[in-house]
């Protein structure tokens, strides 16, 4: 019984290999850009968790001044304003990630990046910052009198 | 060469097509042929920072606890390291600058219309190059102004909707500006921008041999006074002047001027005052000064790099945005657009450094 070709495929045999081939190129090319790319993305490193600091004696801040400290690989800035509270923020500018600091005249908090700034209430008052700063809790140890910051979920308000 | 020589090549590679290609070549002359050299300066240019490129890499190293240390270190202790750092700081700027200056007469000439639409392509992605080697370079030395423009450069990637928390990460290495930073700057500064530029560049350069220098538009119809000079050595020797001019006044720069190191960069000390980018990205730095926090629903960050973006593929596509000159029309439109951009970018770079 002769067997019966059937031309009317509705793949054509070229344009079944030109896929195929096509197929593979694009799967081999995908392969190899694929583990470039995961290569040039940084791992997540592993952060040490802080969730408190202490910054010694309350009297070595003196009145409306600010300082910067380190808060696990984060900067922070703790004020001291005029009236004697203190108040601490992480210190990065929520407009382009410069560090912020405090401007004794004004008692308030400005960024010298792009001239931004915010109150001794870390509240963005003028220029670009879009947010308030982070806040951090203050918490002045009894006894010792020494300064701990606390980061909010740190249950410190 | 001798002869002797030259036929010895000659048989085995035909280097004759060569030299009559040499010869046929030629320049239009009119009454802008005097920016037809800007081109060539950048050229120039390109060939100095190769080379002192090449000499601070014999002692930069890089990483944070060695970078500003080498640099500090090739600027007093080597013998003219500091001449050769400055020439490479002050012919990177002029480099820039010429570059610039050359795509605006491109620009203004309207050389860019039908057929060179990819020369003119090819020199815009060269112009982002030499921006990314700017920006990447900048850094290397390790101090607090290049630490702070870093970062702030790299977190308005943020801004791009999207891919921007990624990208923000692809370049900087990690969430922060680090050591990886600097890792990643090196490498795109001295391997993948050259190789990249490189490729561009002879492409470029390429388009500008096989279809000869462009004239203005108004100058392409023929009166027939034919109005050239010849490539070699007419031309040539001009250029060869130009950049000798232009190599004595990098100098002079580099040794009246010389490049400040500055204060080795402390990621946990505030942000210096009076803090600015590089003359080139000034105009942009003081635009994202002036814009509010919020426009509309949308940052005004974001606002601002969008249409910084939007403005940059419209210079890219200008050849096919511009249609009148391809048919040898002038666009006053086109005129004006372009006076405006070039006093924006005038105006803003002044204000950056006037204003605090």
Same mark, same amino acid.
């Given at each position: ?157 | ?139 290397? %030395?390790?101090?607090?102004?290049? !630490? ?8 308005? @990637?943020?801004?791009? =909707? &999207?891919? $921007? ?111 600015? %980018?590089?003359?080139?990205?000034? !105009? ?8 509010? @926090?919020?426009?509309? =629903? &949308?940052? $005004? ?56």
């Amino acid at each position: 019984m002769p067997i019966e070709h059937t031309p009317n495929y509705s793949v054509s045999r070229r344009r079944f290999l030109d896929l195929l081939l096509g197929g593979t190129g694009l799967a081999a090319l995908i392969g190899l850009f694929y583990p470039i790319f995961r290569y040039l993305t940084p791992p997540e490193q592993e952060e040490a968790v802080v969730s408190s600091v202490n910054l010694g004696p309350a009297k070595d801040f003196p009145l409306n001044s600010g300082k910067i400290f380190r808060f696990g690989n984060k900067p922070g800035i703790i004020i001291r304003g005029s009236d004697g509270k203190f108040r601490a923020y992480n210190a990065t500018c929520t407009h382009l990630d410069c560090i912020v600091q405090y401007d004794a005249k004004v008692e308030g908090v400005w960024c010298a990046c792009h001239n931004g700034r915010y109150d001794i209430n870390g509240r963005n008052i003028s220029g670009p910052p879009p947010r308030p700063l982070t806040p951090y809790a203050v918490k002045i140890q009894p006894g010792a009198e020494e300064i701990l910051i606390a980061s909010q979920d740190g249950a410190q308000g | 060469m001798n002869n002797k020589m030259w036929n010895w090549f000659n048989e085995r590679y035909k280097i004759d097509s060569l030299r009559e290609f040499a010869q046929k070549k030629s320049v239009p002359l009119h009454s802008a042929t005097i920016w037809y050299y800007f081109g060539g300066i950048t050229l120039f240019l390109f060939g100095v920072q190769v080379l002192t490129g090449i000499f601070l890499l014999l002692y930069y190293r890089p990483g944070v606890d060695t970078a500003f240390e080498s640099v500090k270190f090739i600027i007093t202790k080597v013998k003219f390291g500091w001449l050769i750092r400055s020439v490479h700081s002050w012919s990177a700027n002029l480099m820039v600058a010429s570059a610039i200056i050359h795509m605006f007469s491109v620009f203004f000439h309207r050389s860019y219309r039908k057929p060179r639409e990819l020369s003119w392509v090819t020199g815009v992605i060269m112009l982002c190059l030499l921006l990314t080697f700017g920006f990447s370079g900048y850094l290397l %030395p390790w101090n607090e102004l290049a !630490f702070f423009a870093t970062k702030v450069g790299t977190d308005s @990637a943020r801004a791009v =909707p &999207f891919i $921007g928390d990624m990208a923000l990460r692809l370049m900087r290495g990690g969430a922060d500006v680090t050591g990886a930073t600097l890792a990643r700057f090196f490498g795109l500064h001295i391997s993948i921008l050259p190789i990249v530029f490189a490729v561009v560049l002879g492409v470029h350069l390429f388009f500008v041999q096989l279809q000869g220098m462009s004239k203005p538009l108004g100058h392409s119809r023929d009166d027939g006074k034919k109005r050239s000079m010849p490539f070699v050595p007419d031309f040539f020797l001009r250029d060869l002047i130009v950049w000798m001019v232009v190599f004595n006044i990098v100098l002079m720069l580099a040794v009246f001027f010389p490049w400040e190191l500055g204060v080795k960069a402390d990621p946990f000390s505030p942000a210096p005052a009076g803090i600015k %980018p590089e003359w080139y990205f000034l !105009f942009v730095f003081q635009s994202l000064k002036f814009l509010p @926090a919020h426009i509309g =629903p &949308f940052e $005004g960050e974001m606002v601002g790099i969008m249409a910084l973006g939007l403005v940059g593929l419209a210079i890219i596509l200008l050849p096919w945005l511009d249609r009148a000159a391809s048919r040898e029309r002038r666009s006053r439109w086109l005129d004006a657009i372009g006076v405006f951009v070039l006093l924006y970018f005038a105006v803003f770079t002044i204000l950056g450094y006037v204003l605090d």
